[in-house]
């Protein structure tokens, strides 16, 4: 058990390493056993439910574990928005050149595997021709099957619309390489059921034939460190190689990265060097807008394409999974408790600070905690309001259950904080309460985030 | 013609209200032309197409005249997170009790219309259907019915989630009132070619009956001054109440915002005061579930509901349209040239600063950018790497390009830079330069864009 504290004198001296420090190295002995374990599976889903990080139901939750979209509650909301947020900013903040797009997700016009996407209808138009009986029987299903070629196509992944994109950014990078495009969006994906929503995050690479190879490797090597970054056990995520047989469409190698969830291994993301036929497919006709000058000998090339996929819905149960640590304490009747915490990254974490109240004059502590939440929310800190609370539940229950949200520090406003101006604050990864002034909070939370940030 | 300069000293003492003033005082004298004018539409959308807004092509351009969702362009993209951004700070940040979710854009179970909404059908299953020879035409046609009928539909607005997903929100604040969900996403609407999209930016408000017509003014007035605040001419934008004649569905009240095109008014936004109907509807059989204690009289009731819904599509065009400005201007020849500005808000451009290189040894300029490029994006500013343009453009083009880009600033980096670590500072909308230290730059900047916010 790390006993180290965190006073505001050393916060100052060696803020840097601490944050990552105190939120990975606490995490304790006993996490979820990676055996399957019906019951653990359960607890863990519930856990989500109840605080709030997807809606109740058991479709929903069903959905979820899954790895598709479903209805996410206020904190699975943040959650997803912060995972996108850091996305974005690992790809377009990166020394390298990317853009974003944002395409539809339907078209209506064919693309290469139309027969296989799922499609939008009308049903009032077929129903209409269902309806007209004065057609034969032949009639009516070559009008039924017109009606289905004309309606629009649901994308199954947002790569197409990198490769539609291609030539106005080519023009914008000046015909130089490499670049890359991005994009996040909802995909429509068969499933056993009918259709299912994935969110996914693609980044599409254009680079030369000589260097794709070495840029499917830089790539896989970026995201696992990515995902391993929001980790508190980062070997749970792993790549590997996909087997030569294992190959899809056009592509020339593959590498999967996979997280390791108690139930088994589930694919987070997936990318591929693709070479460059999609590309001249697409753009039938007009090579000569997709060719830049090789340096070397001045012959005219076609870029090659990496793609990197991932599904941020499973990515969002993964790093949940992950984040979420079960201690195992006796209480004061000794008996056997399970203390659960949802270690969730500083920079992922929906909820930074919980403000509540103590003891004292609720009118006063109240417009204490309105001031200071105003002031947190200007410096865009994440506050939960906990002084809203009716019920008088006792701090220590409040404490489990800012646990399980996984906030990173409860601070609580008392009779001392109007006399003094100090407050307690506990940190959710020590359980470590400290005295601090009601002035310092802000920039103690601005810098212990982005002191993980830097990590 | 304002000659204000933006000098460093001025620029600490007063800065607060000089950056909104600078950026909306100096819009000159040529707006648009609020009359139609097609050759004038013609070059606005134009513009945006050439400045990597929105994607080229005659269909997409028209999906984007239309206010639906269509391809959009690294520049378009940046514009429209910056403009999701602050229409979540604005909803989120706000002393208001309002929380994030986010649901699936198709759903398979029943709502009220069904049949109005599109669906999302697996073309090989009704292919399947037709395909089976042994079936009369009646079977077939009771088939394909059956299929149609269990198909997942598409949304046609994100308010239906937000009802949904009630029950669970309102535990969360302890049944008290008031408090909304917010959510912004695709929803699939039916037009005159079959399907389109539009990016929904919505809040769903849960108050008391008797305060309900007030919250509707509240947030009527909250969301003009949204809209204006970014606007240049904030008359364009502007509001009105709904006749009772056209009230919609269980609507008691209505208000609309309209933004004034070249071509004529159209919807941005509409609020509607719904009373509690739906939400009884949709939660049928479980009243206790949705019951709070008024106040004054301790009879219990259910919240009645605010629906606030704007097309952020429509909205990014509004937001383009009100910023171009023509400024005629003799070259010269004497002849007669439009010089054409996109004086985006601050907070809204998608491109803060863009880096070029003047006169000097083009590799230690390049290197000199290359870092300046780092420091700017670790401080979340966005930036163009003006110095990679291959072509020895003029510089009085390139600031053409980027005032069209509606980039802030541009820095040039010379001869002099590494001298002495000066650098010429344009300003979009002041077409004046100054003379800064390389070393300034990030907090001039950062400066700029937080006293844009706080005006």
Redesign the interface.
């Known amino acids: 058990m790390l006993t180290y504290f965190v006073t505001k004198v050393r916060l100052r001296r060696a803020l840097k390493c601490q944050s990552a420090n105190i939120w990975r190295h606490t995490r304790g002995h006993s996490t979820l056993p990676t055996n399957q374990d019906s019951d653990q599976v359960r607890t863990l889903l519930q856990l989500f439910v109840d605080r709030?990080f997807i809606?109740?139901g058991e479709?929903n939750v069903e959905?979820f574990k899954r790895g598709t979209?479903?209805?996410?509650?206020?904190l699975?909301?943040?959650l997803?928005?912060n995972v996108l947020h850091q996305w974005?900013s690992s790809m377009t903040?990166s020394?390298a050149?990317v853009?974003?797009?944002?395409?539809?997700?339907?078209s209506?016009y064919a693309v290469m595997d139309g027969?296989g996407h799922?499609?939008?209808?009308?049903?009032?138009d077929?129903?209409n021709i269902?309806n007209q009986k004065e057609l034969?029987?032949e009639q009516?299903?070559h009008s039924?099957?017109m009606c289905?070629q004309?309606?629009?196509l649901?994308r199954t992944n947002v790569f197409q619309?990198a490769l539609?994109?291609f030539v106005?950014?080519f023009e914008?990078?000046?015909r130089?390489l490499p670049f890359g495009l991005a994009e996040t969006g909802?995909c429509?994906q068969?499933s056993k059921?009918?259709?299912a929503?994935v969110t996914q995050a693609s980044l599409v690479w254009f680079c030369s034939a000589r260097t794709s190879s070495q840029w499917l490797d830089h790539w896989a090597r970026q995201r696992l460190k990515w995902w391993r970054k929001f980790a508190i056990a980062p070997s749970d995520f792993s790549s590997s190689d996909v087997p030569q047989e294992e190959l899809e469409g056009p592509a020339s190698r593959g590498i999967k990265i996979f997280y390791n969830f108690p139930w088994g291994q589930e694919l987070l993301e997936v990318l591929w060097s693709r070479g460059d036929c999609e590309l001249l497919h697409i753009h039938k006709g007009m090579r000569s807008k997709l060719q830049f000058p090789q340096s070397r000998n001045g012959r005219k090339s076609v870029p090659h394409v990496v793609s990197i996929t991932g599904n941020i819905d499973r990515g969002l149960l993964a790093l949940l999974s992950n984040s979420l640590l079960l201690h195992k304490k006796e209480d004061a009747k000794q008996q056997l408790q399970q203390r659960k915490v949802l270690k969730l990254h500083p920079l992922l974490a929906p909820v930074k600070v919980a403000l509540g109240i103590g003891r004292g004059a609720t009118t006063e502590l109240r417009q204490v905690c309105e001031g200071l939440l105003?002031e947190l929310?200007?410096a865009k800190i994440s506050v939960w309001?906990g002084y809203?609370?009716?019920?008088s539940t006792p701090m220590e229950q409040l404490n489990s259950k800012y646990d399980e949200m996984g906030v990173l520090f409860t601070a609580v406003i008392s009779d001392n904080t109007l006399e003094s101006g100090l407050l307690q604050v506990r940190s959710r990864d020590t359980a470590i309460k400290e005295t601090m002034h009601i002035s310092d909070i802000k920039n103690f939370l601005c810098r212990y985030i982005s002191a993980a940030d830097n990590m």
Do not use: M
Not at 388 to 391: C, D, G, R, W, Y
């Open positions: 709030h809606s109740p479709i959905l979209s479903c209805c996410y509650g206020p699975g909301l943040k997803r928005r974005w903040g020394r050149q853009f974003g797009i944002n395409t539809p997700s339907s209506g027969w799922l499609r939008i209808t009308e049903p009032d077929i129903k269902l034969s029987k009516l299903i039924v099957h289905l004309n309606s629009a649901l619309g539609e994109h106005p950014s914008l990078v000046n130089k909802r429509f068969r059921d009918g259709s929503e105003q929310k200007e309001p809203l609370e009716t019920t």
